[in-house]
């Protein structure tokens, strides 16, 4: 399967059968669902999840798509490093999200994938506005959002009520000219 983009060390694609396994093992961990929208997860899960993407094509607004992020190796030896998350909100705006598993966590592959999503989102499909939305308590990810250029716009105060509690989210957002002034 082509590419969505690599960087020095990653790919990032679609989905391939063959990263269900892996994918149903990280999610089902409890430190990785911890901030997440579910509390258990396995193969079917995966599955229909797979099941549920290819039945439209990448980019088609209104759905979300997970991204496999593999290492660079042989086909059949790359290692599945975690997913990218993307939701084409409208033709204009965009939300991403992350998980890795944690194995793979502190090395900067997220870092490294956040980025090249961004790249490609802004030099390809070009989208106006780019948002996430992160758990406050989830200091990694809104760090790493941070990191890669996004900006804090809002602190939702008690805004959801998550896994038996009300919990409070950051958003962040970048607008295409602002990632242009990253690259000059």
């Known amino acids: 399967m082509k590419p969505l983009f690599q960087t020095e060390r990653i790919i990032c694609r679609e989905f391939e059968p063959d990263d269900l396994e ?7 961990l409890p430190e990785v669902a911890r901030y997440q929208s ?12 797979y099941e549920e993407m290819s039945k439209v094509p990448f980019a ?7 991204l496999a ?4 190796a042989e086909q059949g030896s790359q290692q599945m490093l975690g997913d990218l998350a993307v939701h084409f909100i409208d033709g204009r705006q965009i939300e991403i999200g ?8 502190g090395q900067g592959y997220a870092s490294e994938a956040v980025l090249g999503l961004l790249t490609y989102l802004f030099s390809e499909l070009k989208p106006h506005r780019v948002i996430a939305t992160t758990d406050c308590e989830n200091v990694p990810s809104w760090l790493l959002l ?16 998550f896994k038996g509690a009300w919990g409070s989210e950051f958003q962040y957002a970048i607008l295409a000219s602002e990632w242009k002034g990253q690259d000059s």
Request: charged fraction near 20%; charge should be neutral.
């Open 146 to 161: 941070e990191r890669v250029g996004l900006r804090r716009e809002a602190h939702f105060i008690e805004n959801v009520f």
């Open 22 to 28: 892996a994918f149903a093992a990280y999610r089902a």
């Open 38 to 49: 579910w509390s258990e997860y396995c193969y079917r899960d995966a599955l229909a999840l």
């Open 60 to 66: 088609t607004v209104g759905h979300w798509f997970q």
């Open 69 to 72: 992020i593999v290492t660079k």
């Open 98 to 105: 992350f998980t890795f598993a944690p194995d793979f966590q």
